[in-house]
Nanobody
Framework: VQLQASGGGLVQAGGSLRLSCTAS????????MAWFRQAPGNERQYVAS????????RYGDSVKGRFTISTDRIQNTLYLQMDTLKPEDTAVYYC?????????????????WGQGTLVTVSS
């Protein structure tokens, strides 16, 4: 499955953005979806994941309570609603897909990747 991420941009601290990730075809029900992010000089960091069918969502500690991951199975789209943004959320955000459990937090275990979308949060 091919993934295309969009929705990044420049926002002030405390603001909100919603990222989208559209799949080229409907993922099978066995798929899980995730968002990762990578800031300059840092490794790719887990943000959140979810089963394609919905539910079973998990979040990284740094975004818990501020970000919400969801899927729209009619539109074949994954979303990441980001609220109360902080400057440390600045990064390139990538969507990813894998067959199997969403409870996998290392990037190398995810098989399919979107191209990334840049989020910049100004202080």
């Amino acid at each position: 499955v091919q993934l295309q991420a969009s929705g990044g941009g420049l926002v002030q601290a405390g603001g909100s953005l919603r990222l989208s990730c559209t799949a080229s075809r409907r993922p099978y029900s066995s798929y899980s979806m995730a968002w990762f992010r990578q800031a300059p000089g840092n490794e790719r960091q887990y943000v959140a994941s979810i089963s394609w069918g919905g539910g079973n969502s998990r979040y990284g500690d740094s975004v818990k309570g501020r970000f919400t991951i969801s899927t729209d199975r009619i539109q074949n789209t994954l979303y990441l609603q980001m609220d109360t943004l902080k400057p440390e959320d600045t990064a390139v955000y990538y969507c990813a897909a894998r067959v199997g459990s969403p409870y996998i937090y290392t990037s190398r275990e995810w098989q399919h990747w979107g191209q990334g979308t840049l989020v910049t949060v100004s202080s």
